[in-house]
């Protein structure tokens, strides 16, 4: 007999799904696909997300990332996390890896191959991601500005670090992080207005510091496209309904934050479902989600700024590791963190 039923093995889904069974809770999960895929995805997790993890399965396999790399036009700046490491690690390859855990995890039942149809259950996890079935019933609204994300690997990019790459550009912004084994996830994240399909490649051609590393380079993965980005979700519980991970609203990906945020609301979110009082962690997710909300309009300043703007906004000093504060959970987004970032030299 079921006590929870989740929707969706993502990473918010099955992180749910293993905190729940150990508390005892009989959990049946569905995921619509048979074998966990690739999702339109820049594939990194920030170290407040590998913390919570780490404290309820461990740390997935890939490489270990000391923080970030910011490039807008000449001007390149570095920036350490404060405190733990981010980690890079293939959609295909997390989701099996936690899908892996929770099936082998008592109480829980993993459906894979199986879309969820409603059976009258008592309480059910929307973890179905940003086209959550629940938006239904609970609403969902897209963010402004409207954006596009692409995503792909390439093997053959030089110059690979320990910090995820992040190139402004007046359209949108590119990712670069390694996925190991000399491959590289390459995500393009851009306005609608600017968007185009061949946006990846087009970009490695036009920022010259991309154009001399990626000379040589290989696709080794399909080009998978994901619209519109941003999205609000103003209620995310409801009558027997709990919504989680991107279907409880989902950040601008330029805030790195979507993984992380799913896995550290599965505490919250787990106590809420044992003690039947939802209010709590609905007031903790949606101040989590107006946090990345804001650190990504900020953020979406940079690259929307012209190229000498942007130059100016990455000279100074606190702007990179104040962000990453935020980034991580450290500081909130408020006037006094604009401030502080903004009027730095
Ligand atoms: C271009 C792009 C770049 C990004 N870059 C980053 C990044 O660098 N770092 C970061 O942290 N985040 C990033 N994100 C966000 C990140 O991908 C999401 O926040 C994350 O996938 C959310 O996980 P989830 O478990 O909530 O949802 P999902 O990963 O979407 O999982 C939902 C699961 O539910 C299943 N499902 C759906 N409907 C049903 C149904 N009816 N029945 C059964 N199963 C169902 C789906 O098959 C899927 O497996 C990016 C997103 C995009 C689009």
Same mark, same amino acid.
């Given at each position: 007999m079921t006590d929870v039923t989740i929707v969706g093995a993502g990473p918010a889904g099955s992180t749910l799904a293993i905190a729940?069974?150990?508390?005892?809770?009989?959990?049946?999960?569905?995921?619509r696909s048979k074998t966990p895929r690739l999702k339109a995805c820049g594939e990194g997790m920030l170290p407040h997300g590998v913390a919570a993890l780490r404290e309820l399965i461990g740390v997935p396999e890939g490489p270990r990332m000391r923080g970030l790399r910011f490039v807008a036009g000449d001007v390149s700046v570095e920036a350490d996390f404060p405190e733990g490491f981010g980690v890079v690690v293939r959609r295909d390859r997390f989701d099996g890896?936690?899908?892996? +855990?929770?099936?082998?995890?008592?109480?829980?039942?993993? /459906? $894979?191959?199986?879309?969820?149809?409603?059976?009258?259950? /008592?309480?059910?996890?929307?973890a179905d991601g940003r086209r959550s079935m629940f938006h239904r019933t609970l609403g969902a609204v897209p963010s402004f500005p409207r954006r596009v994300g692409l995503?792909?690997? %390439?093997?053959? #990019?030089?110059?690979?670090?320990? /910090?995820?790459?992040? %190139? %402004?550009?007046p359209d949108g912004e590119l990712? =670069?992080?390694?996925?190991?084994?000399?491959?590289?996830?390459? $995500?393009?994240? %851009?306005?609608?207005?600017?968007?185009?399909?061949?946006? #990846?490649?087009?970009?490695?051609?036009?920022?010259?510091?991309?154009?001399?590393?990626?000379?040589?380079i290989e696709q080794t993965t399909p080009l998978l496209a994901c619209a519109p980005l941003g999205l609000r979700v103003p209620r995310i519980v409801g009558e027997g309904v709990l919504l989680i991970?991107?279907?409880?609203?989902?950040?601008?990906?330029?805030?790195?934050?979507?993984?992380?945020?799913?896995?550290? $609301?599965?505490?919250?979110?787990?106590? +809420?479902?044992?003690?039947?009082?939802?209010?709590?962690?609905?007031?903790?997710? =949606?101040?989590?989600? /107006?946090?990345?909300?804001?650190?990504?309009?900020?953020?979406?300043?940079?690259?929307?700024?012209?190229?000498r703007t942007a130059r100016m906004l990455l000279r100074r000093r606190a702007l990179v590791p104040t962000l990453l504060d935020v980034a991580v959970g450290r500081?909130?987004?408020?006037?006094r963190t604009v401030l502080r970032a903004m009027c730095s030299r």
């Open positions: 729940l069974a150990r508390q005892g809770v009989r959990v049946t999960l569905y995921e890896w936690l899908r892996d +855990a929770a099936a082998s995890t008592p109480n829980v039942d993993l /459906r $894979s191959g199986t879309a969820y149809r409603p059976l009258g259950e /008592r309480l059910v996890v929307g995503s792909t690997h %390439f093997a053959g #990019i030089e110059g690979l670090g320990d /910090r995820v790459e992040v %190139f %402004f550009h990712y =670069l992080a390694p996925t190991g084994g000399g491959e590289a996830l390459v $995500s393009a994240l %851009f306005y609608q207005s600017a968007f185009r399909r061949d946006g #990846i490649v087009y970009l490695l051609n036009a920022i010259p510091e991309l154009r001399a590393r990626a000379s040589h991970g991107d279907a409880a609203g989902a950040p601008d990906p330029i805030t790195g934050d979507g993984i992380a945020m799913a896995v550290v $609301s599965v505490k919250p979110a787990a106590e +809420a479902i044992l003690s039947g009082d939802f209010q709590a962690y609905e007031r903790i997710r =949606l101040d989590m989600g /107006r946090n990345a909300d804001r650190l990504g309009r900020l953020l979406l300043k940079i690259p929307r700024a012209n190229g500081r909130a987004m408020n006037a």
